[in-house]
């Protein structure tokens, strides 16, 4: 076999398994609403 058709096949083959790799499910995780606490003041100061 010629170096060409060698390396094709052999990008062929990389390519095949990177196809059939097991496919992560991406996890998203909600992060909470961060809010700042209000300062109470008091309506007679």
């Keep these: ?3 060409s058709t ?3 096949l052999a ?3 990389v ?3 990177a196809a059939c790799a ?3 499910e991406a996890v998203y995780v909600e ?3 961060v809010t ?3 300062t109470y003041t008091g309506k007679y100061k």
Excluded: G
């Design 1 to 3: 076999m010629s170096k």
């Design 6 to 8: 060698k390396t094709l």
């Design 11 to 13: 990008l062929c083959c």
């Design 15 to 17: 390519a095949f398994v």
């Design 22 to 24: 097991k496919k992560e």
């Design 31 to 33: 992060q909470p609403a």
């Design 36 to 38: 700042a606490e209000p």
